[in-house]
């Protein structure tokens, strides 16, 4: 049964902070890592994607990739408002299979002005 | 543009009746997907499709089913509908399995 851990939160984080989201994944064969974000009432928005070890930077937000360790996490640097949200981390296991996305129930972020 | 729409956005319907809920995408990807998010926000995948192959999820009763009548369009079909139904439903895709997914609106379907 393939599993991902992320604490649900909520994390509270002020403006302008570093906010730092944890995610642990239990199928060693996994391949691909993703980072949703989803307001509330709306669906998830892809932010970002990460395939190998080590950092991935988009903008205010790095993706970081420890396979050996089996742990992704999200850093979203000069945190706005605008950033709470609940954000999804999720797994897939082989690339060019279709067996769909294993997502963690999410982490609730808040961001306080 | 919408990437991926889905129809309809909200769904009330009682007990046993069964009801359809249409996904469409332009993006061009072959691969689509259902996803069930229940009332404790877990995202759970429902089905992935592309034009080879139907992957069902084994925890998913087949009073759920898929119908892909083309490339762009994954529809799903529930008969009997129960209580237990009630959740949202978000339909999604990608260019082949493994790689990013784009998810559409959502149906929030009601079972009274």
């Known amino acids: 049964q393939k599993e991902v851990e992320q604490n649900s939160g909520p994390l509270s984080v002020p403006e302008g902070a570093i906010a730092s989201l944890n995610c642990t994944y239990s199928?060693?064969?996994?391949?691909?890592f993703f980072w949703y974000r989803q307001y509330s009432g709306k669906s998830p928005e892809l932010i970002m994607s990460?395939?190998?070890?080590g950092d991935k930077e988009d903008g205010r937000f790095t993706a970081q990739l420890n396979k050996a360790s089996q742990y992704v996490s999200l850093l979203i640097r000069d945190s706005q408002p605008s950033d709470s949200a609940t954000y999804l981390c999720?797994?897939?296991?082989?690339?060019?299979?279709?067996?769909?996305?294993?997502f963690g129930k999410g982490t609730h972020l808040i961001i306080q002005p | 543009d919408t990437a991926v729409s889905q129809t309809p956005k909200y769904l009330v319907t009682q007990m046993g009746n069964d009801k359809s809920i249409k996904c469409e995408q332009n993006?061009?990807?072959?691969?689509m997907y259902w996803y069930k998010q229940d009332s404790k926000k877990f995202l759970k995948i429902m089905f992935s499709y592309n034009n080879k192959e139907l992957i069902i999820n084994e925890t998913v009763p087949n009073r759920f089913s898929p119908k892909s009548p083309d490339k762009a369009h994954l529809n799903l079909h529930i008969n009997s509908l129960e209580l237990g139904d009630s959740a949202v439903y978000f339909c999604a895709s990608s260019q082949m399995g493994g790689n990013e997914q784009f998810f559409g609106p959502g149906t929030r379907l009601t079972v009274l």
């Open positions: 990460i395939y190998s070890n």
């Open positions: 999720a797994v897939n296991t082989a690339g060019g299979g279709a067996d769909g996305l294993t």
């Open positions: 199928d060693r064969v996994s391949q691909s």
């Open positions: 993006l061009g990807h072959d691969t």
